[in-house]
């Protein structure tokens, strides 16, 4: 489903400085899995997630997601992939001005859905994540955990293969985080594959998935069942 | 209306609404450029029409002796010398315009200066035949020709007035299109301007429009619909200033001078499709522009 093959990315700062945000990191990741990035900050976790939306092109290497090759996808095909994969943020990212029940349809209507499997789709998803009786509620009526089931509501709402997470549960306490793993965990149960860049240590060692450790842009480590670091 | 429409149409007048002062100024601008540039090209008509219709009249005037110049001209001199025009084949058409027909044209042409009228009398203006040539490039045919004949005190090329005319109304014209032109230009940078400050108050919401796979025209068609119904709009205005103002000039002259013939609403009424082309399209093309860097993916 995701694959990066001696992938190396670098951004420009200033005239000749370079930072190497991921190094030869070559990684694949099956249909149905769920993967944990890990490591510590600026070690290349978001711009992991970036490459796979083709928001940044890698300067070496290739990537493949959901069966195409980024490197070769014409510009007017990336809203295509991106149709493929839900996105969920650290700062939810949500519309002031809009409701629950629009924020998330938003997502269906600009990608022109018709109306009617706007109607049906939108209660279906907040049903899932649980905020059906705050549908009509605007977003700084929602406590933060709220908030960010909103977000993998708008997420997940058209059903995509992929839902790239990053740090979800980054602004959020220790409780509210397991409503939302809870959450993801579900949908990853639904067969889509779920890659969640995180620091919370916590979350990684009860889940027990897979973890891919980055450390300065390079892969340290690659382990399934894992937990956050060797001494956690 | 499917939802995608309803989208970009409701997002348009929403970026409207919430930059009130910008569209007041855009379409302001709008106008007093449009309306500018329909004033010239209407000037442009009014001068074709006038130039046609004074070519279509005379050409060449040849004007006869009356002994005040010259010796009087002879009757048979006269004749002669209309059946040599006639007889000329660069000549389509000829008058003759005796001394009491060109008092009379004089005195309808400035009927309301009596002091013009009352410097002269019936015997002031002299008799002529009036040429119309098959080209009115001619005239040198003419001239060579005629004015060594006996009886012709002068050959005028009417059209050499006329060209005096539209040498003036030549400068007018290029002058307006020129600020016309530099008015579009500034209302097209307005506008530009516009639309990139509308897209930066909306960077989170097309942010998340790119991210969850909307499709570009659709991202950038809201903002693009802004502008252009800003320039439309404006472009309307400009029509219905120069609907409400141009055939009441345009008539109020034509009263004064009776021989020219004036533009009227068919006019301005055809004017007007090029008005809202050139508002929309300035507004498009400056949006697209615009937004070209800003929300790349
Ligand atoms: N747009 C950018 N321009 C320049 N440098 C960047 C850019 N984005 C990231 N970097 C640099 O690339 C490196 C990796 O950044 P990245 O955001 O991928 O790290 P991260 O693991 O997500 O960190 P965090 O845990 O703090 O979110 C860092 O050194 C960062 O400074
Ligand atoms: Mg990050």
């Not at chain 2, 040198?140 to 004015?147: L, M, R, T, Y």
């Not at chain 2, 082309?277 to 697209?288: N, Q, Y």
Request: charged share 20%; aromatic share 8%.
């Amino acid at each position: 489903m995701i694959k990066l093959q001696n992938v190396t990315k670098t951004y420009k700062r200033g005239a000749d400085d370079e930072v190497i945000a991921l190094a030869d990191v070559t990684v694949d990741v099956a249909k149905g899995e769920f993967v944990f990035v890990v490591g510590p900050s600026g070690s290349g976790k978001s711009t992991f997630m970036k490459l796979l939306t083709r928001e940044q092109l890698p300067d070496d290497g290739e990537i493949y997601v959901a069966g195409k090759n980024l490197a070769t996808l014409r510009p007017w095909k990336v809203p295509v992939l991106r149709r493929e994969i839900g996105y969920v943020f650290q700062d939810f990212k949500l519309l002031a001005n809009k409701t629950v029940y629009e924020n998330v349809a938003f997502a269906l209507e600009v990608i022109g859905r018709p109306r009617r499997e706007i109607e049906k789709r939108v209660p279906e998803v907040l049903d899932l994540v649980g905020l059906t009786d705050k549908a009509n509620a605007h977003p700084h009526e929602l406590s933060g955990g709220q908030q960010q089931r909103v977000s993998v509501a708008r997420a997940f709402v058209n059903n995509p293969r992929i839902l790239l997470c990053d740090e979800p549960t980054g602004n959020l306490d220790p409780s509210t985080s397991v409503g939302v793993m809870k959450l993801l965990d579900r949908i990853n149960r639904t067969g889509a594959t779920v890659v969640m860049a995180t620091h919370d240590q916590h979350i990684v060692d009860s889940m027990r998935r897979r973890v891919i450790e980055l450390e300065s842009g390079h892969v340290v480590r690659d382990q399934s069942r894992g937990v956050y670091g060797y001494g956690g | 209306m499917t939802a995608r429409w309803t989208y970009v149409i409701r997002e348009a007048f929403i970026g409207l609404r919430r930059n009130l002062m910008m569209t007041v100024a855009v379409i302001l601008s709008v106008t007093v450029s449009l309306t500018l540039l329909g004033a010239s090209l209407l000037l442009s008509e009014q001068v074709d029409l006038a130039t046609d219709d004074w070519t279509g009249r005379v050409e060449v005037s040849i004007y006869l002796c009356d002994d005040r110049v010259c010796p009087a001209i002879t009757s048979e001199q006269q004749e002669q010398l209309r059946e040599d025009l006639e007889a000329q084949e660069v000549v389509a058409e000829v008058f003759y315009e005796s001394k009491q027909d060109a008092f009379e044209r004089f005195t309808s042409m400035f009927a309301d200066q009596e002091s013009l009228i009352e410097a002269i009398d019936q015997d002031t203006l002299p008799a002529s035949f009036r040429v119309r040539l098959e080209n009115p490039n001619l005239f040198n045919v003419i001239a060579d020709q005629f004015s060594t004949y006996p009886g012709v005190e002068e050959i005028v090329d009417q059209r050499e007035v006329l060209n005096q005319f539209l040498r003036f109304t030549n400068v007018v014209r290029t002058a307006a299109l020129v600020v016309a032109a530099i008015q579009l230009v500034a209302a097209g940078v307005l506008i530009a301007n516009t639309i990139r400050v509308a897209a930066f108050a909306r960077r989170e919401q097309t942010g998340i429009m790119r991210l969850v796979g909307a499709s570009n025209w659709y991202i950038r068609l809201p903002f693009v619909l802004e502008g252009v119904l800003a320039g439309l709009i404006g472009a309307l205005v400009s029509w219905g200033l120069l609907w409400a103002t141009v055939p009441q000039v345009a008539g109020g002259l034509a009263q004064d001078i009776e021989l020219m013939p004036f533009i009227g609403e068919a006019q301005v009424l055809a004017v007007g499709p090029w008005l809202l082309l050139a508002g929309t399209g300035i507004a498009a093309v400056s949006s697209i522009l615009a937004l070209r860097r800003f929300l790349d993916i």
